[in-house]
Structures are given as C-alpha cells and as structure tokens.
C-alpha cells in the first residue's frame, strides 16, 4: 500500500513538473527588430503600477501581476505608424508579485524603466491606446539616468 502512495506521489510530482511552463528567452536583436510591430523611442514621462489576478499564470493557487503603465514621449519612431515624435503613448508591461505556491514560468517584462530614462520598445501588439512590448527584452533603457 505504501509503496502505491509513494509511485502516485512521484508521478503526481513528475506530471506537475512536465506541465510547468518555463520563463521565456529573451529575443534577440534582429527577431525583436523583425517581429515588431512598432519600435518606439521615447522619454519616459511617468510610471505607474497596480497589483492585479494574474492574466498570465492560470494554474490553481494565489497569483498577483504588478503591471506597469509607462506614459512615453516619443522621440523617434523606428518602425510602424500612427504614431509621431511628440506624441505620448503608453506602454504596457508586468512582473510577477505573488505567485502561491510559487511555480516557473514566465517572469514578465525586465527591466521596467523609471521616470526620466529613454527607452527603445519593441512593440508586439496593441490594445486599445496601449502598446505591448515584447515579453520578456522588449523594452531597453538607452540612457539609464533619470532627468533631473
């Protein structure tokens, strides 16, 4: 009897570990530069976040989201239309806050800018008036100091 609870629990486990996703890649430069839909330069005007359900992680247990809405004035447009230097546009990112119990997977966007840096994002998609970099190197900070 023992020995049946011992081999359900190690296949219980190994099933658990083979249905697990993983964290993602980052993208290289040429397939972020490809898959774009929109690459954007801009200032970063403000940043703001709010906990939230996870959108991302759907697997039983407690799973908080902090997403980041970063307000960009754009400076440069790389790729993509509807959008022109001067113009603010927002930029959509997360992270991982409360994952119960804790599993892998993916970890969101890295890094999040703060105010004042310039960024380059490489834009997946768009929702609405928001646009989505790609997850997890689709926003990199070209100059890391805040302006003052």
């Keep these: 009897m023992l020995h049946h609870i011992t081999a359900a629990t190690i296949a219980g486990l190994m099933a658990m570990g083979a249905s697990s996703s993983a964290a993602v ?25 709010r ?20 307000r960009l004035q754009v400076m440069k447009v790389s790729k993509g239309k509807g959008v022109t230097p001067g113009e603010k546009v927002i930029v959509t990112a ?3 806050a409360t994952r119960i119990p804790p599993l892998p997977g993916p970890q969101g966007h890295s890094p999040v800018p703060e105010k004042g840096q310039v960024v380059t ?14 997850m997890p190197n689709g926003i990199r900070i070209d100059d890391p100091k805040p302006a003052r």
Excluded at 25 to 49: Q, Y
Excluded at 51 to 70: C, P, W
Excluded at 121 to 134: I, L, T
């Design 94 to 96: 997360w992270q991982p």
């Design 51 to 70: 906990t939230e359900k996870s959108q991302f992680e759907g697997a039983f247990g407690l799973h908080r989201d902090r997403v980041f809405a970063i």
């Design 25 to 49: 890649a980052p993208l290289s430069p040429e397939d972020l530069r490809k898959g774009s839909t929109h690459i954007i330069k801009g200032r970063v005007l403000e940043v703001k976040s």
């Design 121 to 134: 994002v490489h834009v997946v998609s768009r929702k609405g008036a928001s646009f989505v970099p790609f």
